[in-house]
């Protein structure tokens, strides 16, 4: 198991604690009958999530996360890009914490590579459902 975290761009890697954070996304990937391969969170800012979804997904527009899925079998391999500044705008849309969303934005990366999507207004709320109970299981 090899879980990393780095930034790219102008972007700072958050600061939480790594070895909970490992250890709650083995327990969310074991939850779903997976096991943690290599898994690669890049965090960055919007210009540089722009630039990615561009580059290999052909998408013009702003997200908050990007998974690339290596996964073979049940073993769950992955880079995830995550746009801390997409992060926070979204927390005040929301009315959460910045740490809340963080959060859900690092499990939701996690989920899809379980197999979970949301491209469909229904696969939208299955993985919100299962974003909740994953950050149910989070240790405060």
Not at 109 to 135: F, S, V, W, Y
Request: aromatic share 10%; with cysteine; proline share 1%.
């Amino acid at each position: 198991m090899a879980i990393s975290y780095c930034a790219e761009g102008t972007a700072k890697v958050p600061s939480f604690k790594k070895r909970e954070m490992n250890s709650w996304i083995k327990t969310v990937a074991d939850a779903h009958g997976k096991k943690i391969g290599e898994i690669a969170y890049i965090f960055c800012d919007d210009n540089h999530i722009l630039q990615i979804n561009k580059e290999y997904l052909n998408h013009d527009f702003f997200t908050d996360i990007i998974t690339f899925d290596y996964t073979e079998g049940s073993i769950i391999s992955g880079d995830i890009f995550i746009s801390l500044e997409t992060v926070q705008s979204n927390a005040v849309q929301f009315n959460v914490s910045y740490e809340e969303e963080l959060n859900r934005v690092i499990i939701h990366g996690i989920l899809h590579l379980c197999g979970i999507e949301d491209k469909t207004p229904q696969a939208r709320k299955d993985m919100e459902a299962n974003e909740n109970q994953a950050l149910s299981l989070l240790k405060k």
